[in-house]
């Protein structure tokens, strides 16, 4: 279960008049403003929002990556900020920065990620032949992942995630750049996930995806929660019929989508 | 923040060595120049020796006008020097190289000598030329001996002692052994075993930092338990392996080389045995696990692969940069000299190499800089690689 509280993360950022100005102005910018929501185990939660909103920053703070400004977040009960050490071992991340190691066979990519979890070696190997079955990827499972296509990556990226059988996840856009079959089996995947009682947070800004898959919607806008309920309750909220048109609502403009 | 754990430091350099070794490609052409490059460079040594010798050997001296002095052209035949008589456009063929130097006769040479005036000998050269100057001084002092002979001779016939004319005797006593000699001209070899230790870490630190940028898996490693420390000290210690194997590679190909090549019969006793080698093992490991972890401070800056590559030239001119106080110094080395990082271990090297007896100061500085260098740039790296702001702002 996640419990998140007013979480805030500022940056700074830089603006130059010109390229040949010395000067540069810097400014704090909101990415995250007093965020907060809860997500349940045996639930998926869509965190959902327009490109820039903030989701993977709330996503990085999570995950341990960033160090929050100001508010709380307890993962089961652990700390994020005090028990830093607890949180990485119970969560299975994927970020948004799901690179491979080209030279390494996928086997090698997901092991890798099992030993540094502390597994002991057997159980690695027993977990990763597991996943490699579940996800398909039997046939290329020893070649380097330098030839793999997008979608095959994105499933060596998330059985890395999962090799520790972790009981929350955290997925940052995962669906991103993914064809339709692809597309529905990680949305098999998720619900695989929820099946074991796990508690799945993922984020999005593909309302039919999340229309589609969640229990529990959060929509962020500009660093600000405006929405937390389930999909009915979106509905019911704006008194519209079609999600995508309460979406837009919701976020307040419909430049948001193509910002 | 979990404690720092040896098994899994182990772990990332092991993944972190077998991924480099991957890298085939890379590796080889880092490998292969840094095994063929001092054997290279000592076999040229080795030719252009052996053909000064040579041509000093084979000295032929061009002589216009000989007829003017039979008794010097025979002077210099009985000390082996072949006569080119009256070689045609003398003065332009020294110009272009085509003679190294020309010995023109005086027309009044005989009747000076005959009368007890200076007879006139000039001698051309080109002294710009560096490869003609062994055999333009090996004739000036032929010819500067003819003159002693004759001028002592004429002295015996007075009853005077030659002596008298040498009121100052110079009695060079030159402290270069031979051995000492031998080692100057493949002094070169300190440079490239160091050049080795730079070339063996570039590839693989450029890799492990910039490259883990450019392929975003730093990300999700940090999300998994490894601490920044663990991933720094693992990085280093697969660099340093990586480095440590061109190190080794060069000296092999060091001893193969000057196991064929016959120095000896040049002159010049050069010896790269068992004590050689294992001075050099003892310099070059230390220093094959500074490098890596300089130049992983050097990859780890900047937001983005081309900023960490660009940086990292920037570290890897640095280090090349430092031997030059060797080299250039015009005075004794100060006592600090071993302790600056790289110039140290050249100047040790060279040591090595000229038999020179090694105080444990020098030892210790081999040992102390390397370790306090690694110590410091470990932190820093693992400091940034845990900067927030290298994720954030990418």
Request: hydrophobic letters at 45%.
């Amino acid at each position: 279960m996640i419990a998140v509280e007013g979480l805030s993360k500022q940056f700074s950022v830089r603006e130059r008049r010109s390229v040949f100005s010395l000067r540069a102005n810097t400014r704090m910018v909101n990415a995250v403003d007093q965020v907060s929501f809860t997500a349940h185990d045996g639930e998926v939660t869509g965190l959902l929002g327009p490109n820039g909103a903030g989701k993977t920053t709330t996503l990085r703070m999570l995950s341990t990556l960033l160090t929050p400004d100001a508010g709380k977040a307890l993962i089961d009960g652990a700390d994020l900020i005090r028990e830093r050490g607890t949180i990485r071992r119970t969560l299975g991340v994927l970020g948004d920065a799901k690179g491979l190691y080209w030279r390494l066979s996928a086997r090698e990519n997901i092991e890798y990620f099992g030993k540094l979890q502390g597994l002991p070696s057997k159980l690695v190997a027993q977990r990763t032949n597991t996943l490699i079955s579940e996800l398909g990827l039997s046939e290329l499972a020893d070649r380097p992942t330098q030839g793999y296509s997008q979608g095959e990556r994105m499933k060596v990226a998330i059985a890395r995630a999962l090799i520790h059988d972790p009981q929350t996840v955290l997925l940052d856009e995962p669906t991103n750049g993914l064809d339709i079959m692809s597309t529905r089996s990680m949305r098999e995947l998720i619900r695989g996930l929820k099946a074991q009682g796990k508690c799945v947070l993922f984020s999005s800004h593909i309302m039919q995806e999340v229309a589609a898959l969640c229990d529990r919607i959060v929509i962020i806008a500009s660093g600000r929660v405006v929405f937390s309920g389930t999909p009915q309750e979106v509905l019911e909220t704006t008194g519209l019929t079609s999600l995508e048109d309460a979406f837009v609502k919701l976020i307040g403009t419909d430049e948001g989508l193509f910002a | 923040m979990s404690r720092f754990s040896l098994p899994r430091t182990l772990l990332v350099a092991t993944k972190e060595f077998a991924d480099l070794l991957r890298d085939r490609k890379s590796v080889f052409w880092a490998l292969f120049a840094v095994a063929i490059s001092g054997p290279l460079v000592i076999g040229i040594l080795y030719f252009v020796t052996k053909s000064v010798t040579e041509r000093i050997e084979k000295t032929v001296a061009p002589i216009v006008n000989p007829q003017f002095a039979p008794d010097f052209v025979r002077f210099l035949e009985r000390r082996g020097i072949k006569i080119d008589a009256d070689p045609t456009d003398y003065e332009a063929r020294v110009k272009r190289g085509d003679l190294d130097a020309v010995i023109v006769i005086d027309m009044n040479f005989a009747e000076n000598l005959a009368q007890g005036r200076p007879a006139k000998i000039t001698l051309i050269t080109e002294s710009s030329r560096d490869r003609s100057a062994p055999i333009a001084s090996r004739l000036a002092r032929e010819i500067r001996g003819y003159s002693e002979q004759i001028g002592n001779e004429r002295m015996i016939l007075r009853g005077v002692s030659p002596s008298v004319a040498r009121p100052v005797q110079i009695d060079e006593l030159d402290l270069s052994t031979a051995e000492q000699r031998g080692a100057r001209l493949l002094q070169i070899m300190s440079f490239y075993a160091l050049f080795a230790g730079l070339m063996g870490a570039i590839a693989a630190a450029l890799d492990v930092t910039a490259g883990e940028r450019e392929r975003q898996t730093l990300e999700p490693l940090l999300t998994t338990p490894v601490s920044t420390l663990e991933l720094a000290i693992g990085k280093w210690l697969a660099v340093s392996g990586v480095n440590l194997l061109a190190v080794t590679m060069s000296l092999v190909g060091f001893w193969i080389t000057l196991s064929f090549v016959p120095l000896g019969k040049l002159g010049i006793p050069f010896n790269f045995g068992w004590r050689e080698f294992s001075g050099f093992m003892a310099v070059l490991i230390p220093f094959a696990f500074m490098v890596p972890a300089v130049l992983l401070v050097f990859g780890s800056t900047g937001k983005t692969a081309k900023e960490a590559q660009s940086s990292l030239s920037m570290g890897v001119s640095l280090v090349g940069l430092l031997p030059l106080m060797s080299f250039l110094r015009q005075s004794k080395a100060p006592w600090w000299d071993a302790w600056v990082p790289v110039n140290g271990q050249y100047a040790v090297l060279s040591k090595v190499l000229r038999a020179e007896s090694i105080p444990a100061l020098d030892w210790a500085a081999m040992l102390a800089v390397p370790v306090v260098v690694c110590a410091a740039a470990i932190v820093v790296f693992s400091k940034r690689l845990g900067d927030e702001k290298l994720l954030a702002g990418r």
